[in-house]
């Protein structure tokens, strides 16, 4: 059965690799289209820390991820309802996702207590008693304004030993949904995304999946990864849910940010990506490059006069005369850990490199080329020793039909 149209968003599927599950497609959203597969830089507080709206727009971003719990504490919902919503708060006119707040109350929140009605916690503001419902949820969602919006969902550790508990709270985010699903009051401009859970039982996640796709949002996430299960299991999750999620809508795996799982992932048929990582790793001063990354705090890089990466074309790299800044990498080391305009650099640096790979690798799938692509970037990042290859990655592309350890 075809999938019922979203007025808020449209997906048209571009092409798919030929031998593996990766897909490319533009998603058409509110405040413009995005080129998919992508990675979404997070926001958390409506803002990319360091960066200005408009530096950030220069990395090519076009949806980024705000966070409800923090938002919802401060602003606040009024003020959010007073300004029109985070594109305005935060002069952003391009797309914005919204997690649920779900996932803050368990990570962040040791005295949180999930039941049927929802989270209880304690304000870390005052310590005052809160609550935190799907209705709730969707509520302050609706007054971010975001482009899209996740559902509240029952968040627990892959590593967790209670399968009990797992299947709780599958069942759990499931009925959450519903209550998602009732409480949105604007679906003519705000979608709507379900979230696959059950920990690593893949029977579970087979189970939520036909749920989940049985709700038809506009768009799916596997939820409930990233949470130091082994990379193994973790590809088997994400290449179970794909196979079993329509064609015709996106597919983000959330909380994923480093460029290996992002690659595999890609090849596993997933669409969209999300992590804090690029920019928390630049204010340690790490530079992310297709060799790896490389801290640039080293006492090495203290008279290191080119660039930062010299095959990025980003604002940093790039040289005053193309327009760029020509930041040395000297020049971090000198500032990365006496002066925040290090961490900033970096971090600019660091969203444009994951932007462009995302761009590179659209390319490759358009052009039927994405097995070579694939083995050329582990090529580079391991400098042609193939012995160094992570086994899972090695493993989860050859159940899609690409060898890293054969040359073409």
């Given at each position: 059965?075809?999938?019922?149209?979203?007025?808020?968003?449209?997906?048209?599927?571009?092409?798919?690799?030929?031998?593996?599950?990766?897909?490319?497609?533009?998603?058409?959203?509110?405040?413009?289209?995005?080129?998919?597969?992508?990675?979404?830089?997070?926001?958390?507080?409506?803002?990319?820390?360091?960066?200005?709206?408009?530096?950030?727009?220069?990395?090519?971003?076009?949806?980024?991820?705000?966070?409800?719990?923090?938002?919802?504490?401060?602003?606040?919902?009024?003020?959010?309802?007073?300004?029109?919503?985070?594109?305005?708060?935060?002069?952003?006119?391009?797309?914005?996702?919204?997690?649920?707040?779900?996932?803050?109350?368990?990570?962040?929140?040791?005295?949180?207590?999930?039941?049927?009605?929802?989270?209880?916690?304690?304000?870390?503001?005052?310590?005052?008693?809160?609550?935190?419902?799907?209705?709730?949820?969707?509520s302050l969602q609706n007054s971010i304004g975001s482009d899209i919006m996740m559902q509240l969902d029952d968040v627990i550790a892959t590593t967790s030993p209670d399968l009990a508990?797992?299947?709780?709270?599958?069942?759990?985010?499931i009925r959450w949904l519903d209550r998602c699903i009732a409480a949105h009051q604007k679906p003519e401009s705000q979608n709507l995304f379900c979230i696959i859970q059950g920990g690593?039982?893949?029977?579970?996640?087979?189970?939520?999946?036909?749920?989940?796709?049985?709700?038809?949002?506009?768009?799916?996430?596997?939820?409930?990864?990233?949470?130091?299960?082994?990379?193994?299991?973790?590809?088997?999750?994400?290449?179970?849910?794909?196979?079993?999620?329509?064609?015709?809508?996106?597919?983000?795996?959330?909380?994923?940010?480093?460029?290996?799982?992002?690659?595999?992932?890609?090849?596993?048929?997933?669409?969209?990506?999300?992590?804090?990582?690029?920019?928390?790793?630049?204010?340690f001063g790490n530079a992310i490059t297709d060799t790896g990354e490389h801290n640039l705090r080293h006492a090495k890089f203290a008279d290191d006069f080119g660039p930062v990466d010299?095959?990025?074309?980003?604002?940093?790299?790039?040289?005053?005369?193309?327009?760029?800044?020509?930041?040395?990498?000297?020049?971090?080391?000198?500032?990365?850990?006496?002066?925040?305009?290090?961490?900033?650099?970096?971090?600019?640096?660091?969203?444009?490199?994951?932007?462009?790979?995302?761009?590179?690798?659209?390319?490759?799938?358009?052009?039927?080329?994405?097995?070579?692509?694939?083995?050329?970037?582990?090529?580079?990042?391991?400098?042609?020793?193939?012995?160094?290859?992570?086994?899972?990655?090695?493993?989860?592309?050859?159940?899609?039909?690409?060898?890293?350890?054969?040359?073409?």
């Open positions: 059965m075809a999938p019922r149209p979203s007025p808020a968003l449209t997906f048209d599927l571009a092409a798919k690799c030929p031998t593996t599950k990766a897909r490319a497609a533009t998603m058409h959203l509110p405040h413009g289209s995005v080129q998919l597969p992508m990675f979404m830089p997070v926001a958390t507080q409506a803002s990319l820390k360091g960066l200005t709206p408009k530096q950030l727009e220069e990395t090519g971003c076009k949806l980024c991820l705000n966070n409800t719990y923090h938002l919802g504490l401060k602003p606040g919902q009024k003020t959010l309802d007073a300004v029109g919503g985070a594109h305005k708060l935060q002069s952003w006119p391009y797309n914005i996702l919204t997690d649920s707040g779900g996932f803050q109350m368990v990570s962040l929140l040791k005295l949180a207590q999930v039941t049927e009605e929802g989270v209880r916690f304690l304000s870390p503001h005052d310590g005052s008693p809160m609550l935190l419902t799907p209705e709730h949820s969707i508990r797992i299947k709780e709270a599958m069942y759990r985010s690593l039982d893949l029977e579970l996640r087979k189970e939520c999946c036909k749920e989940m796709v049985a709700r038809d949002t506009p768009g799916i996430a596997i939820g409930g990864l990233s949470g130091g299960e082994a990379k193994t299991e973790f590809c088997k999750v994400v290449d179970t849910c794909t196979s079993l999620f329509p064609t015709h809508k996106p597919r983000y795996v959330m909380g994923v940010g480093y460029p290996e799982d992002i690659l595999v992932c890609v090849a596993l048929g997933a669409d969209m990506f999300d992590c804090v990582w690029p920019t928390r790793t630049a204010r010299e095959n990025c074309k980003c604002m940093i790299c790039r040289l005053p005369s193309e327009g760029g800044l020509g930041i040395t990498r000297a020049y971090i080391y000198h500032t990365a850990a006496k002066e925040t305009v290090g961490a900033h650099l970096l971090s600019i640096h660091n969203v444009h490199y994951l932007l462009d790979m995302m761009r590179q690798v659209r390319e490759a799938i358009i052009e039927g080329k994405y097995p070579g692509f694939l083995k050329a970037y582990y090529w580079r990042r391991y400098a042609g020793d193939k012995e160094k290859y992570p086994s899972w990655a090695v493993e989860a592309l050859r159940g899609v039909g690409v060898d890293l350890m054969i040359d073409d």
